[in-house]
């Protein structure tokens, strides 16, 4: 998985799968591109994810996660529950604005 923190008026947390950097996803009207400047950062393990992702939720952080490990690894950490995630053309997609 990769892992990037834009840092904005809160930290923005990117995290997707390590294979679906540079891919674009459609379907219907959804789309979702997993642009290497946005998600492009840091290779972590899932342990490494997990201890980023309870730091950042506690600084108030939103998050975009993309792809089965990011998404899983979301909701393992709490940042996101299973009925918040989306489908774009078979990737699971999940927002955490909180």
């Known amino acids: 998985m990769r ?33 290497p400047s946005f998600f492009d950062g840091e290779e972590k393990s899932r342990e490494e994810i997990l201890e980023v992702l309870r730091n950042m939720d506690r600084e108030d952080a ?9 998404v899983s690894c979301a909701v393992e950490a709490g940042i996101i529950s299973d009925r918040g ?4 053309d078979g ?7 909180l």
Not at 62 to 70: A, H, L, P
Not at 85 to 88: C, D, F, G, Q, S
Not at 91 to 97: K, W, Y
């Open 85 to 88: 995630v989306i489908r774009i």
């Open 91 to 97: 990737v699971p997609v999940a927002l955490g604005l």
């Open 62 to 70: 939103t998050f975009n996660i993309v792809g089965k490990e990011s």
């Open 3 to 35: 892992i990037k923190i834009h840092e904005a008026y809160r930290g923005v947390v990117a995290l997707s799968d390590s294979d679906l950097i540079g891919k674009t996803f459609v379907e219907g009207k959804r789309q979702i591109e997993v642009k």
